[in-house]
């Protein structure tokens, strides 16, 4: 006989593919208590998250140790959030899994994460930590309202967003890379200047009965009509695709132009390379400085973006810190997606269909679905110690880097 | 400008870096707290506060209004006038009728005497996050969760403050402030915990819980949320603080707004900072913590000890500030004031200020309770200056702080700039060597 050097193999499948199937037999023991399906009987999911959970076990002993952590995990909530389901009544699962709608909200929720996930990901990747995201992203949500109220098109009021992100980045660029400030009193100083400036420039403008209502807004253009003619899925694709935002659609464009940026262009290589060993990258001959400024700049650029979205794209005016929070989401989506581009837009699906779900749940739990809107951070929190696979930030993350 | 000018002999003299150690490339917390203590003192405290208003001074300017007027009026709302109007006054001795010979006057009428009492309870406040954000700092560690930690005390302290009715006055308020700073302490370990066991950094894991405790208090204080409003239930606000558990007021009339007790408790607090940073063990290890981990380990110090610990202190302290704040003047506390209060966030403004020390900590709590108080709506006459324009004004007076603190290097540059001029005639000193 001889000794089988590989890890042993069931039906040709590897350790890994088993943890991947128990991971989605443990989101199956969740869904079947819901609709479309809606199983009323309450051992579907008991019987499903058990079979997930073993397929986890299974491939954890061996050597699929993070795939199969997840699958135990997915089998655990699985069976508990099934049985849930399974006692609630048909009627609210009905208006709260409505998953159209869902999706949708998802998307429109996930948008302004995403732009300042992005943001963050060029700036961080670089070695300049940017807690100021949620700064540019409010600065971006004023200017893009004044921009497009005083220049009469929401056009103008997008570069106007990108104009006041990027030069708010600039003062971060310019006191954590020249004079080599620590990133986070900048950073807190640059969300505190937001604040200041986008609040005493409203009450300048706009006084106390805010914005006006007739704001140029960014079109939920394109519309694709035709996706409403496809057999089956049809209908829910155009409800879930069909009326997107603009700006929805140019945060998927430059989801992937990140990434090909990051990691596939000598560009990427370069931000990278400053973010993990300044040093050497200057040895090289790298600007670390020009890199530096370039990779703030644009994150301040694209963190405005996400705050135009929320302004003029979803909402249509401006209110006294109207992006709550949504800057330290997305720096928070960034860290639970590992800093690359698809990690965090995963991340900020995920965190925007929980305020999806929040929002929905509202109905029948009351005020209590807030705490679901809690959920992201903790779930960062998590990613951040390392329970279920560790967020390993670039190296040089945080630290200012002196020219010899 | 392609870097900082080469001649700032202020800088600490970097070592080689051995091996790719990125930490070697930059001043630490703590060096760079030892740059401005060999600054000289005050003078770049004091020197970022003047910048900073000049700058508030210019936006306010620019957009058309008077900047001596505005600062004249925010000043005048402060209460801090009283202190020049002496007269003859009298003064109750204290738990006695008698009265005694005082040069202002403290009587009720007084709205002077109001302001600043109002004013002075906001420095209460202040001084507790401020504490919180430092003493974390002076073990290396960036506390940016003085926010959460301030709702965790606000939220244990209204849980114990409006409930417990049967129980005397000292037993109820001393379970109130002891469970509260204990729960702000245990919020905050959680992230001093996560930094020592698993190296997660402090300021992601405290931004966590900041919006964690956020999401929290807006459920308590929801509608349905168990320590919200039982006598009218569409209101998302708790009960109020029942009267076993209020703070002895030391100053003004209880039925409005007066100073408590928490102002002392505030003062001892920076006393108690002081001493264990600079008398005990605790607080060597500390700050040896804070200068180097690396040679505190080798020294034999736990740093994974003093990082809990030290976030713990610093729960603590902003948990105290929540709660002083619940039983010593607000009562309560609703959904709207979690979405809005920045209280906790200002702590660092006020710490970084203060240099992180006691003394600076009080008296840039002052400061920025000061700014805070006499830009609101109850004080700032709207002719002179609207209060929702003063309000932003004050945010982004303190950013304008925390620019310059954090760019350091740009104070200590044109304070050498001048010096240099007066000392103009005399031999250059030598330059630096090494790396330059």
């Known amino acids: 006989m001889v000794a089988r050097a590989e890890t042993p193999r069931w039906t040709g499948l590897g350790a890994r593919q088993i943890a991947v199937g128990g991971i989605l037999l443990g989101c199956f023991a969740f869904l079947v208590a819901l609709p479309p399906i809606t199983a ?4 579907w999911p008991p019987l499903l998250g058990i079979l997930a959970i073993g397929a986890g076990i299974w491939s954890l002993t061996r050597g699929a140790r993070r795939p199969g952590w997840f699958a135990i995990a997915a089998g655990i909530l699985g069976v508990g959030l099934g049985i849930l389901a ?46 100021g995201l949620e700064g540019m992203m409010l600065t971006g949500a004023f200017f893009a309202v004044l921009g ?3 220049l009469g098109n929401w056009f103008f009021g997008i570069v106007c967003a990108i104009i006041a992100g990027g030069l708010l980045a600039l003062i971060h660029a310019f006191v954590s890379i020249h004079l080599r400030a620590d990133q986070i009193v900048s950073g807190t100083a640059i969300n505190f200047l937001a604040l200041g400036v986008t609040g005493y420039f409203f009450y300048k403008v706009y006084g106390e009965q805010g914005t006006p209502g007739s704001i140029s807004q960014v079109p939920d253009r394109p519309r694709l009509g035709f996706l409403s003619h496809i057999p089956w899925a049809g209908h829910f694709l155009y409800e879930v695709f069909g009326t997107l935002n603009l700006l929805i659609w140019f945060a998927f464009l430059m989801l992937i132009v990140s990434h090909i940026v990051v990691f596939r262009t000598p560009i990427g290589l370069r ?4 973010g993990e060993h300044p040093r050497a990258a200057d040895t090289v001959g790298i600007s670390v400085y020009g890199v530096r400024y370039a990779a703030v700049v644009l994150s301040g650029m694209l963190a405005a973006l996400g705050g135009a979205y929320l302004s003029i794209g979803f909402v249509g005016s401006f209110n006294e810190n109207m992006t709550a929070g949504r800057g330290f989401i997305g720096l928070a989506a960034l860290i639970f997606g590992n800093w690359r581009p698809f990690g965090a837009f995963a991340a900020a ?3 925007g269909f929980s305020t999806a779900l929040a929002f929905r749940l509202g109905q029948p739990w009351g005020n209590a679905a807030v705490l679901f809107q809690a959920l992201p951070y903790v779930l960062t929190l998590i990613a951040v110690a390392g329970v279920i696979g560790r967020s390993i930030p670039p190296a040089a993350s945080g630290r200012p880097y002196r020219k010899q | 400008m392609t870097d900082v000018p080469p001649d700032l002999d202020l800088e600490p003299r970097e070592p080689e870096p051995l091996a790719a150690s990125p930490t070697a490339y930059a001043p630490s917390v703590a060096e760079r707290l030892a740059i401005l203590q060999r600054a000289g003192g005050v003078i770049v405290p004091v020197m970022t506060a003047i ?5 508030g001074g210019i936006v306010v300017a620019a957009t058309g209004h008077n900047p001596l007027k505005v600062y004249k009026g925010i000043i005048s709302g402060t209460g801090l006038p009283w202190f020049v109007h002496f007269g003859h006054h009298h003064i ?24 600043l009492q109002q004013m002075l309870i906001i420095a209460t406040t202040l001084t507790f996050t401020g504490l919180a954000v430092a003493f974390a700092f002076r073990c290396g560690l960036f506390n940016i969760g003085g926010q959460g930690q301030y709702l965790i005390g606000v939220i244990t302290g209204l849980w114990i403050g409006t409930k417990f009715s049967g129980m005397g006055h000292l037993p109820h308020i001393l379970f109130a402030v002891v469970v509260a700073s204990l729960a702000g302490a245990l919020w905050a370990a959680i992230a001093g915990f996560l930094k020592a066991t698993t190296g997660a950094h402090e300021v992601i894991s405290t931004i966590m819980l900041n919006w964690i405790a956020y999401w929290i208090g807006s459920w308590v204080f929801g509608q349905g949320g168990p320590l919200q409003n039982s006598f009218n239930k569409s209101l998302p606000v708790s009960n109020d603080v029942v009267p076993s558990a209020k703070l002895w007021v030391i100053w003004g009339n209880p039925a409005l707004q007066a100073l408590h007790i928490g102002f002392l408790v505030a003062l001892a607090a920076l006393v108690a900072f002081w001493f264990t940073l600079n008398r005990t063990t605790l607080g060597y290890e500390v700050r040896a913590v804070g200068f180097n981990p690396e040679a505190a380990r080798y020294g034999g110090i736990s740093v994974a000890k003093n990082y809990v610990v030290a976030m713990a202190v610093a729960g603590m ?14 009562y309560r506390f609703g959904v709207l004031d979690v979405q809005t209060s920045q209280i906790g966030f200002i702590g660092i403004a006020v710490a970084l200020l203060g240099r992180n020390k006691a003394i600076g900590i009080g008296l840039s709590a002052l400061l920025f309770a000061s700014l805070l108080y006499g830009t609101s709506t109850r004080t700032l006459d709207p002719s002179v200056f609207p209060p929702t324009l003063a309000s932003n004004l004050t945010w982004m007076i303190q950013a304008l702080v925390l620019l310059f603190i954090g760019a350091d290097v740009l104070i200590l540059y044109v304070w050498n700039a001048r010096r240099k001029v007066l000392r103009a005639p005399r031999a250059p000193r030598p330059q630096p060597t090494g790396s330059s």
């Open chain 1, 40 to 43: 009323r009987a309450q051992w």
């Open chain 1, 86 to 131: 399974t006692q609630a009544s048909s009627g609210n699962l009905d208006y709260v899994v409505n998953w159209a709608p869902l999706f949708s909200a998802m998307f429109v929720f996930a948008t302004p994460l995403t732009y300042a996930a992005l943001g963050g990901m060029f700036s961080e990747r670089s070695g300049v930590v940017n807690i």
């Open chain 1, 148 to 150: 497009a109220d005083k």
């Open chain 1, 271 to 274: 931000i990278r390379a400053v």
């Open chain 1, 349 to 351: 699906l995920l965190f």
């Open chain 2, 51 to 55: 910048f900073a208003f000049l700058m």
């Open chain 2, 92 to 115: 109750d001795i204290p738990f006695t009728h008698h009265q005694v010979f005082f040069w202002w006057d403290t009587s009720v009428a007084n709205n002077d005497a109001y302001n």
């Open chain 2, 317 to 330: 302290f902003a948990g105290l500030a929540g709660v002083m704040d619940m039983l010593g003047y607000q």
